[in-house]
């Protein structure tokens, strides 16, 4: 069966005519036979027969032929771990406490392009680009200038953020613990409106920084972040937080956590005053003092928690811990080692060199011994032409009397807590310490700060404490996974929307079926896998673009 075309002409014109016809024999001549006339049917309709007709052995092989030509899959942009991580933000409150509207959102695609890629606002609206945001957050276009302008919105409303994210997820009662500690960030620049010359944490001598103060509960998730100048003292950060916890918290009866040197005489008289009760630790120069009046033994120390009260109705929580003493130990011998090396080495060259003076290697050790810490208990002197260590034993024993030591003190009443709860609440502080060690640099960057206004700085902490709740829930949900957040981020990211395009028929969005420890992570995380995606079109562009001419290194 074959279609028989031919074409006649009639007063220059042209009639096509198409006959579908078929071959046999007869008598052993091969003749034709006309089947149908399809001379009426349409130039597109007649070819369809005869490509049928043509492809007649394989008619389902020629059918998924013609539609893979016709069906075209485009990649999309990555939508895995911009969907667990809006979906996170929703599952904790974050969503309804930035709200809905456009400020909102442009607030919760910082917050979330922080987790995903620490940087500037640039860089975040870069991120964008790659990332279904539009997806996630159903934006439709921004660019830096906005992300510049939020900052000062959540400035502005940070209170108000603050106090619905805590109604999202607080208890049936008010907290009773509140975790408090402060930290410093140094800046690169001198223009920061918080920048100021201070007590720098991070050793960087001559940098400017920002004392950042930081609210937890109990359970170690932030509540509160607040900025000083960087040349602001610890307890000075104290009062704004006492009254955060009695207005905007609603807290009644609570207990305050703070390290040395936070709550000092003023501010357990302000606890006081507010019916507050606090937890903190003392020096040991307070420690010295207190076995000085007898108050406290040190014997006491050797027990596995020991309590002593106090006047006034405080208490003494005691404990010595055995592997800080033996670091402490291990310390001051490898310095004690490490000077008794430059000793050798000062001998070597006084013997080598007659004309060189004792008195000056002299200096240079006794220099030494002073930044290592160790002259309290290691006497340097010449004799003749060198140099001599010697240690005072008894000048050591009394420094390591109380190594490992430490002494916790609490208005608690011991009818109410006991010791065991009040040295279990001090150490949950270590919850604080490790926030800011994610907030600071390992993965959230509240450093480098891209800014100089107030209120924009504000605004960038408040986005560092949101991308931290994130990153800490993530840690819980995938604590049985053997990957870090930013190594499970990674290979979300993999995770890309498919847009399926056939023929000139309109294309839509589509997840595909993501690997098994992609699978796994949203499952760990109890986030559901979205399989097609109404994927809005977010128009982010920058308007500050990269030089066309580069440098290469």
Request: net charge positive; hydrophobic share 40%.
């Amino acid at each position: 069966m074959f279609v028989d075309s031919s074409t006649t002409r009639l007063n220059g014109k042209a009639y096509p005519r198409h006959l579908l016809r078929e071959s046999y024999r007869e008598a052993g001549k091969v003749k034709h036979r006309t089947i149908a006339n399809l001379s009426h049917c349409k130039a597109e309709e007649v070819e369809a027969i005869r490509l049928a007709l043509r492809h007649k052995a394989d008619l389902a092989g020629m059918v998924a032929a013609a539609a893979e030509r016709a069906l075209e899959l485009v990649q999309g942009p990555s939508v895995g771990a911009v969907w667990l991580l809006s979906q996170l933000a929703r599952d904790l409150g974050i969503v309804a406490a930035l709200g809905s509207d456009r400020q909102g959102k442009l607030a919760l695609w910082q917050v979330i392009a922080r987790v995903l890629d620490q940087g500037s606002r640039l860089s975040a609206v870069r991120l964008a680009g790659g990332h279904a945001a539009g997806a996630a957050l159903g934006m439709i276009s921004f660019d830096e200038d906005d992300l510049y302008a939020n900052l000062d919105w959540l400035a502005q409303h940070q209170a108000d953020i603050e106090t619905r994210l805590f109604a999202q997820r607080k208890p049936a009662s008010a907290p009773d613990v509140f975790l408090y500690d402060v930290t410093s960030t140094y800046l690169e620049g001198e223009q920061n409106a918080f920048a100021a010359f201070g007590y720098n944490r991070d050793r960087k001598s001559g940098k400017r920084q920002i004392v950042i103060g930081l609210l937890c509960d109990a359970d170690g998730r932030p509540l509160s972040i607040e900025l000083f100048a960087g040349n602001t003292s610890d307890v000075k950060t104290f009062s704004s937080q006492l009254s955060k916890a009695a207005a905007r918290f609603g807290a009644e009866r609570v207990t305050f956590v703070g390290d040395r040197g936070m709550i000092k005489a003023p501010q357990r008289a302000e606890l006081g005053a507010a019916d507050f009760h606090y937890i903190t630790a003392i020096t040991k120069a307070q420690i010295d003092g207190l076995i000085a009046a007898g108050v406290l033994q040190m014997d006491l120390f050797e027990q596995t928690l020991a309590e002593v009260e106090g006047k006034d109705g405080e208490r003494y929580v005691l404990r010595r811990n055995p592997a800080r003493a033996e670091e402490l130990a291990a310390s001051r011998q490898d310095k004690l080692t490490t000077l008794r090396t430059a000793g050798e080495t000062a001998n070597k060259y006084l013997r080598e060199h007659p004309r060189a003076a004792a008195k000056t290697q002299l200096s240079k050790l006794k220099a030494r011994a002073k930044t290592l810490h160790i002259d309290r208990f290691v006497q340097v002197a010449a004799e003749q032409r060198s140099v001599a260590l010697t240690v005072d034993q008894e000048a050591l024993t009394e420094l390591a009397r109380l190594d490992g030591c430490y002494a916790l003190r609490t208005d608690l009443p011991k009818a109410v807590v006991s010791k065991d709860v009040v040295h279990d609440r001090y150490k949950d502080l270590t919850r604080v310490e490790w926030a800011f060690r994610d907030s600071k640099s390992v993965h959230l960057e509240m450093r480098p700060v891209y800014l100089r206004a107030e209120n924009r700085t504000r605004g960038h902490a408040v986005v560092v404490m949101l991308a931290y709740l994130m990153a800490q829930e993530l840690r819980r949900r995938w604590r049985d996974s053997d990957l870090t957040v930013r190594e499970g981020l990674h290979r979300l990211a993999g995770l890309c929307v498919t847009e399926v395009r056939i023929g000139g028929r309109p294309s839509y969005h589509q997840v595909p079926t993501p690997r098994d420890d992609v699978r796994r992570l949203f499952d760990a995380a109890s986030i559901a896998i979205p399989t097609a995606l109404p994927l809005a079109p977010a128009r982010v562009a920058t308007k500050k673009k990269l030089p066309q001419r580069r440098k290469v290194k």
